[in-house]
């Protein structure tokens, strides 16, 4: 890709990618930032929107494109859950401190109410859109319906970033901007989250530690 833009480092790689493969290269990026969440799919899409709008690549392809990643990698995870199952599952959870077998009944009676919303919606946020699909797997949600949701979900959300980056043109890291606050955000919520459940553990331990 040539341009005013210049890039470096995972960034620099993508867009070498996109410019030996095409649409097809950022598939491939999308596909690993589903399994590796660091990724940052928030550069990636409105990155491949400016170069569908530089006519580098169809903006439809791109879509196609990175959807196809996004369920590939999400494919992947729920492989990773399947294969660990729920008994594995369970003997994990009952050695980790602080962490009661308990604790997973309600997770999975949660999961076994909301499951194909989480899967859905969870498309749409940062760091969730990864990590949903292993409880599928592990839950073992049937593929049709679990790729049928992944598949909605990541079009929307792929779209949604294509779109920003095909319309800003080479003003399209502003959408990286502000999808790196709210991914921040929802970070800063799941660190508060288990630090509670920590603290709450801890506390409700040594109440029933005293004589």
Do not use: C
Request: charged share 15%; net charge positive; no cysteine.
């Amino acid at each position: 890709m040539t341009g005013t833009v210049e890039l470096d480092g995972i960034v620099g790689w993508v867009v070498d990618l996109m410019s030996t493969l095409g649409a097809p290269g950022v598939g491939i990026a999308i596909a690993l930032e589903n399994i590796f969440p660091p990724l940052p799919s928030e550069v990636f899409l409105p990155l491949a929107g400016f170069t569908a709008a530089r006519g580098e690549m169809s903006v439809v392809a791109a879509i196609v494109w990175t959807t196809l990643g996004s369920l590939a990698g999400a494919l992947v995870l729920y492989g990773i859950g399947a294969a660990l199952g729920r008994e594995r599952l369970r003997a994990i959870v009952d050695r980790m401190p602080l962490v009661h077998l308990r604790d997973l009944d309600k997770a999975e009676a949660w999961f076994a109410r909301h499951g194909a919303k989480a899967v859905f919606l969870g498309r749409m946020v940062p760091l969730v859109r990864s990590l949903i699909s292993v409880p599928a797997g592990v839950e073992r949600m049937p593929l049709p319906l679990f790729a049928a949701l992944t598949t909605a979900g990541s079009l929307i959300w792929n779209t949604a970033f294509v779109l920003a980056g095909y319309g800003l043109g080479e003003s399209w890291p502003v959408v990286e901007q502000y999808a790196g606050i709210a991914s921040k955000v929802v970070l800063a919520a799941v660190v508060l989250a288990v630090g509670w459940f920590v603290v709450a553990r801890l506390v409700r331990r040594g109440l029933h530690a005293r004589p």
